[in-house]
């Protein structure tokens, strides 16, 4: 994976939590050396939710786009069973429930809500909390 990783970047940073290979860390912990360091305008990542919640995080801070590829269990592949839900706010500020398989998986980070990922966040569009519509 190294030399791949090497040939496709300009420039590659290397992590491992326990330091047995490139940086000691996570990738969140060493992502705001490697953004100043590169100068970065933008962060893709691909990984477990956690991974992707920390790398977003370091994105708005450092006030950049972040697109992340989500790991959610992908059953049917085709949006029919809905196991591959979570909730993503819109364009137009109502988060919905959607499935990583059809719209997804690469969702703008700071659109996903990474801490009620598995539940249905109360305010969602549909959700009996709040987040229908009243027409009329």
Known sequence: ISLRARRMGETTTLTTEDGSLGMRGRVADVLPGVIADVRADAVYACGPMETLRGVTAVAVEFD???????????????????????????????TRMVRSCVEGPVFRGERVRFDDVGTIPFDALGAPGGGTRNVG
């Open 64 to 94: 950049i786009p972040v697109q992340v590829a989500v790991e959610e269990r992908m059953a049917c592949g085709i949006g029919v069973c809905m196991t591959c839900v979570l909730p993503v706010i819109g364009d137009d500020g109502v």
